[in-house]
């Protein structure tokens, strides 16, 4: 069952950035059609920005995100032995590197992992958290996080990211050229592809969050698996999860941009499935339970 799972998710994720990456190449043909009826050179150019931005992100500082939260750097062990520990063995079954620990000072129980590959990983947990969870629950969440790291989810919501990035700027930039278009554009273009194209390049930003958002709760899944796979407990990471979300107070210094990093909606904003950047709660414990 937990192997099936983990499959699945993997097959689910390759298609799901799949199709987002044919759908910027859309939006960029879209972007150039309204404009000369030309599909090619627009994909060259969603091709360039969503590239270019793309490698921009992947090479922002680990450090970044971590002086965005507040978070301050575990030099020892005899900081948080028990804690240094956990992570330590963990990514020796994982066989990764351990990944460097941060502290946030926050009273919001929750954790987030960052770093676009297990060389550079790090894994950053709040104070509450530690007040709160038992350590079979702290386990277990470190192992969701050492998931993420060994899966490379980081880098691939990174990916993510900037690919709406570009989208957004394609879109931007196609509808302002609906008003300094050439006089004979008609005669270049098929209107009903034209009207296809134009309702493209206003919904796209839409669309690509709504791709965001799923890839990002079908990796949570698939790291609530691998969890279970690193700890044999399922129940653990379940009973963490409980609490977590079941903690009303938001994490202060968490941020819409670092938002989707955290272990649980560290927000606490009250959105539907469609649009949160986590999925629902009761469905994960629900797939730990029967693992």
């Keep these: 069952m937990l192997y099936k799972q983990i499959e699945r998710n993997k097959r ?25 009826g ?32 507040h978070a301050k750097e575990v030099r020892s062990k005899n900081e948080h032995p028990f804690l240094w520990h956990t992570i330590e063995n963990l990514a020796m079954v994982a066989r990764i590197p351990t990944p460097r620990i941060f502290i946030i ?63 957004a700027i394609l879109s931007d930039l196609g509808t302002r050229m609906l008003f300094f278009s050439r006089s004979n554009r008609n005669q270049k273009q098929h209107p009903a592809i034209l009207i296809i194209s134009l309702a493209l390049l206003i919904l796209s930003p839409f669309i690509a969050t709504l791709i965001r958002l799923a890839i990002s709760r079908n990796r949570e899944f698939l790291a609530d698996a691998s969890a279970a796979e690193l700890t044999r ?28 990093l955290y272990f649980a909606d560290p927000l606490k904003k009250k959105v539907t499935n469609l649009f949160s950047t986590h999925p629902r ?11």
Excluded: C, Q, W
Excluded at 48 to 67: A, D, E, H, W
Excluded at 233 to 260: D, F, Q, R, W, Y
Excluded at 281 to 291: D, F, S, Y
């Design 12 to 36: 689910n994720t390759f298609f799901i950035v799949t199709g987002f990456i044919l759908f910027v190449l859309a939006v960029g043909a879209s972007f150039t059609y309204v404009r000369s």
């Design 105 to 167: 000072h926050d009273s919001s129980p929750n954790a987030f992992a960052t770093g676009t590959s297990p060389k550079n990983g790090a894994i950053a947990i709040t104070t509450g958290l530690l007040d709160i969870l038992n350590r079979e629950e702290i386990e277990g969440v470190m192992a969701h996080e050492v998931a993420h790291i060994r899966n490379y989810d980081i880098r691939l919501a990174t990916i993510a990211v900037a690919l709406v990035s570009a989208v």
């Design 233 to 260: 407990n399922p129940i653990g990471l379940a009973s963490a999860l409980t609490k977590i979300t079941g903690s009303s107070t938001p994490v202060k210094e968490a941020s819409s941009t670092s938002a989707p």
């Design 38 to 69: 030309d599909y090619y050179s627009g994909m060259l150019v969603a091709a360039f920005i969503g590239g270019g931005y793309t490698l921009f992100m992947l090479l922002s500082s680990t450090n970044v995100v971590m002086r965005m939260n």
């Design 281 to 291: 709660p009761e469905e994960r414990i629900k797939r730990l339970k029967l693992m």
